[in-house]
């Protein structure tokens, strides 16, 4: 059934149907090719895998982010950022680089993370000499933090897939999401030098630093506030996520007085979109990950890999290989949820910890939303940066090659991912 599922996904993916239809359709008639099960069992599997309490942190997730970035929180990110790092060589690209993590922690989504700092960042570094595409590419490749840096959609769709607690996978995810940025401003530091990119003349004053961290001081908590409500058990994922939602409505609504009932109602009309899509995404690949379960894929692949003497570094390495190139083809969200329950027993086979083994994926299918042909943030950011995606995709491959030397470590060094869940946990 397995084949049947791939061959018509593929074909109803090249005549355009979107990927949820696709999926579910695709199930659909592998189901009812195959003959072995109810075609009742379709509705059933994907009505249970929406009905999960914790997946109510998906959309308050979504919005928090949403009304954070209706508000003026991501410009006082960027001025602390700047005040922090805009006197080192790069300038404006170390504070995109920088904000990234920041605001990271904020929207938990590599996309909207490019929406809020590319349309901020991208100006202002053309107008200081940067081309159009280095802008862009620095924006789009800095925005992957956004899914390490806790919280994390990714990490709590994954959580929910595979049963792993979401606490420890944001805790996981601190030390690479801030391995991701420090080499990202480290390779922004050495183009500068050849590329002529400019940087502040002084450093930023005493008074400059202060005036800057106090402003952008409440919206640095925001995720300080709510990792460690989970990791100290007084809240879940989901009530946490609530908590979210309510201190953006108080830093933009009450505090910074900057979101008016108009930005609102819109900003709840997009979050409410943006939170079908993977929710109906999830639901129909639900169907797709109970056949592999039933028809046991898992044990079939740790068996193929134990009879091959795979070493486990090897295995890794095979299935980076392989998330790189769906990555290309898919988004994070469907390839997250139909490959973690395949490829986990296998990972696991070979030694590898659940919580790293997420790690591991989000990082390998967020560098996918940096690459054509389907990649969100690289048609995002082309957009923003008024730039094609070929030229965009050229100019990202320095950047891209940083990631995947961070995901390498990340995935042969478990201690970075394992280190902060082991001290908590």
Same mark, same amino acid.
């Given at each position: 059934?397995?084949?049947?599922?791939?061959?018509?996904?593929?074909?109803?993916?090249?005549?355009?149907?979107?990927?949820?239809?696709?999926?579910?359709?695709?199930?659909?008639?592998?189901?009812?090719?195959?003959?072995?099960?109810?075609?009742?069992?379709?509705?059933?599997?994907?009505?249970?895998?929406?009905?999960?309490?914790?997946?109510?942190?998906?959309?308050?997730?979504?919005?928090?982010?949403?009304?954070?970035?209706?508000?003026?929180?991501?410009?006082?990110?960027?001025?602390?950022?700047?005040?922090?790092?805009?006197?080192i060589r790069g300038g404006?690209?170390?504070?995109?680089?920088?904000?990234?993590?920041?605001?990271?922690?904020?929207?938990?989504?590599?996309?909207?993370?490019?929406?809020?700092?590319?349309?901020?960042?991208?100006?202002?570094?053309?107008?200081?000499?940067?081309?159009?595409?280095?802008?862009?590419?620095?924006?789009?490749?800095?925005?992957?933090?956004?899914?390490?840096?806790?919280?994390?959609?990714?990490?709590?769709?994954?959580?929910?897939?595979?049963? /792993?607690?979401?606490?420890?996978?944001?805790?996981?995810?601190?030390?690479?999401?801030? +391995? @991701?940025?420090?080499?990202?401003?480290?390779?922004?530091?050495?183009?500068?030098?050849?590329?002529?990119?400019?940087?502040?003349?002084?450093?930023?004053?005493?008074? /400059?630093?202060?005036?800057?961290?106090?402003?952008?001081?409440?919206?640095?908590?925001?995720?300080?506030?709510?990792?460690?409500?989970?990791?100290?058990?007084?809240?879940?994922?989901?009530?946490?996520?609530?908590?979210?939602?309510?201190?953006?409505?108080?830093?933009?609504?009450?505090?910074?007085?900057?979101?008016?009932?108009m930005q609102m109602w819109?900003?709840? @009309?997009?979050?409410?979109?943006?939170?079908?899509?993977?929710?109906?995404?999830?639901?129909?690949?639900?169907?797709?990950?109970?056949?592999?379960?039933?028809?046991?894929?898992?044990?079939?692949?740790?068996?193929?890999?134990?009879?091959?003497?795979?070493?486990?570094?090897?295995?890794?390495?095979?299935?980076?290989?392989?998330?790189?190139?769906?990555?290309?083809?898919?988004?994070?969200?469907?390839?997250?949820?139909?490959?973690?329950?395949?490829?986990?027993?296998?990972?696991?086979?070979?030694?590898?910890?659940?919580?790293?083994?997420?790690?591991?994926?989000?990082?390998?299918?967020?560098?996918?939303?940096?690459?054509?042909?389907?990649?969100?943030?690289?048609?995002?950011?082309?957009?923003?940066?008024? @730039?094609?995606?070929?030229?965009?995709?050229?100019?990202?491959?320095?950047?891209?090659?940083?990631?995947? +030397?961070?995901?390498?470590?990340?995935?042969?060094?478990?201690?970075?991912?394992?280190?902060?869940?082991?001290?908590?946990?």
């Amino acid at each position: 059934m397995l084949l049947t599922i791939a061959l018509v996904f593929v074909l109803l993916l090249l005549i355009g149907v979107p990927i949820g239809f696709g999926m579910g359709l695709a199930a659909t008639i592998a189901i009812w090719l195959d003959g072995s099960y109810p075609l009742l069992i379709i509705g059933h599997k994907m009505v249970n895998a929406i009905s999960s309490f914790s997946l109510v942190a998906v959309p308050l997730f979504i919005l928090a982010g949403a009304l954070a970035g209706e508000t003026s929180i991501a410009q006082r990110l960027v001025r602390f950022a700047d005040a922090i790092v805009g006197h080192i060589r790069g300038g404006l690209g170390q504070v995109n680089v920088a904000a990234s993590m920041f605001f990271g922690g904020i929207s938990g989504s590599a996309v909207a993370d490019t929406a809020a700092l590319g349309s901020l960042m991208v100006p202002p570094m053309e107008r200081q000499g940067y081309t159009r595409e280095d802008a862009g590419a620095i924006t789009i490749c800095s925005s992957t933090i956004g899914v390490l840096i806790p919280p994390s959609i990714p990490m709590v769709l994954y959580g929910i897939t595979v049963g /792993e607690s979401v606490g420890q996978l944001f805790l996981a995810g601190i030390v690479p999401g801030l +391995l @991701v940025g420090l080499m990202l401003m480290a390779a922004v530091f050495t183009m500068a030098k050849r590329k002529k990119w400019p940087r502040r003349e002084q450093r930023a004053t005493r008074r /400059e630093l202060w005036e800057s961290f106090k402003s952008a001081f409440l919206s640095l908590l925001l995720p300080i506030f709510l990792l460690g409500a989970i990791v100290s058990g007084l809240t879940t994922a989901t009530e946490a996520g609530v908590i979210g939602v309510i201190y953006a409505l108080l830093l933009g609504g009450v505090i910074y007085r900057d979101q008016t009932l108009m930005q609102m109602w819109k900003v709840l @009309v997009n979050s409410a979109i943006n939170t079908a899509v993977p929710l109906f995404i999830l639901a129909t690949t639900s169907v797709t990950a109970w056949i592999v379960a039933v028809e046991r894929y898992p044990a079939t692949l740790v068996t193929l890999f134990e009879t091959g003497g795979y070493g486990p570094w090897t295995i890794i390495l095979l299935i980076i290989l392989f998330l790189l190139v769906v990555g290309m083809f898919m988004d994070l969200v469907p390839a997250l949820v139909l490959f973690a329950p395949i490829l986990l027993p296998v990972a696991e086979a070979a030694g590898y910890d659940s919580v790293h083994f997420g790690i591991i994926m989000i990082m390998t299918l967020g560098i996918g939303l940096v690459t054509p042909p389907v990649g969100n943030c690289i048609y995002l950011g082309s957009v923003i940066a008024r @730039v094609g995606v070929g030229r965009l995709s050229i100019a990202s491959l320095p950047f891209l090659a940083v990631n995947m +030397l961070a995901l390498c470590l990340v995935a042969f060094w478990p201690w970075l991912t394992l280190a902060l869940p082991k001290l908590f946990y």
